[in-house]
C-alpha cells in the first residue's frame, strides 16, 4: 500500500474509533424521578429505590410535583434548580452532578420534607 494512502486509512480509523468515546462522555448517566406531595412527602429514586448514593456525571431528572402547597428543589455543588410551589407538574431536568453532598427539600416545609444523597 502506498505511504500517503496508509496514513490516510490510519487517520480515518483512529478518528471513527475516537468519535464513540466523545458522545459517551456527553451522554446522560442515568434517569433519576423526584416527587413532592400529594401529601407531605419528598422522594428522589433512580429504578424505582431511593437514591442515596450516584456516580457523578450528567442526568435526567423528571420532576412530578404533585402539590400546589410543595416544590422541589435541589441543590449542591453547581445546582440549584427548583419548581415553583404553584405548580402542579412534570417537569425535565437535565443536571450534571460532581462529586459532593446534595440535599433536596420542600422549600415551605423544610424541617420535614428533605433528602440527600452523595455523589462519587
Same mark, same amino acid.
Given at each position: 500500500?502506498?505511504?500517503?494512502?496508509?496514513?490516510?486509512?490510519?487517520?480515518?480509523?483512529?478518528?471513527?474509533?475516537?468519535?464513540?468515546?466523545?458522545?459517551?462522555?456527553?451522554?446522560?448517566?442515568?434517569?433519576?424521578?423526584?416527587?413532592?406531595?400529594?401529601? !407531605?412527602?419528598? &422522594?428522589?429514586?433512580?429504578?424505582?429505590? @431511593?437514591?442515596?448514593?450516584? *456516580?457523578?456525571? =450528567?442526568? +435526567?431528572? %423528571? #420532576?412530578?410535583?404533585?402539590?400546589?402547597?410543595?416544590? !422541589?428543589?435541589? &441543590?449542591?455543588?453547581?445546582?440549584?434548580? @427548583?419548581?415553583?410551589?404553584? *405548580?402542579?407538574? =412534570?417537569? +425535565?431536568? %437535565? #443536571?450534571?452532578?460532581?462529586?459532593?453532598?446534595?440535599?433536596?427539600?420542600?422549600?415551605?416545609?423544610?424541617?420535614?420534607? @428533605?433528602?440527600?444523597?452523595?455523589?462519587?
Amino acid at each position: 500500500m502506498h505511504p500517503m494512502k496508509l496514513v490516510a486509512l490510519i487517520t480515518t480509523v483512529t478518528a471513527l474509533l475516537t468519535v464513540p468515546s466523545a458522545l459517551a462522555a456527553s451522554s446522560v448517566t442515568g434517569t433519576l424521578v423526584a416527587t413532592d406531595g400529594p401529601g !407531605f412527602t419528598i &422522594t428522589l429514586t433512580k429504578g424505582g429505590t @431511593k437514591v442515596r448514593s450516584l *456516580a457523578a456525571g =450528567t442526568y +435526567t431528572i %423528571k #420532576v412530578r410535583d404533585k402539590s400546589n402547597i410543595h416544590n !422541589f428543589h435541589l &441543590t449542591g455543588p453547581g445546582v440549584n434548580k @427548583k419548581t415553583s410551589v404553584a *405548580a402542579v407538574a =412534570t417537569f +425535565t431536568w %437535565k #443536571v450534571t452532578l460532581k462529586k459532593g453532598t446534595y440535599k433536596y427539600i420542600c422549600d415551605p416545609h423544610a424541617t420535614i420534607m @428533605k433528602g440527600s444523597f452523595t455523589v462519587k
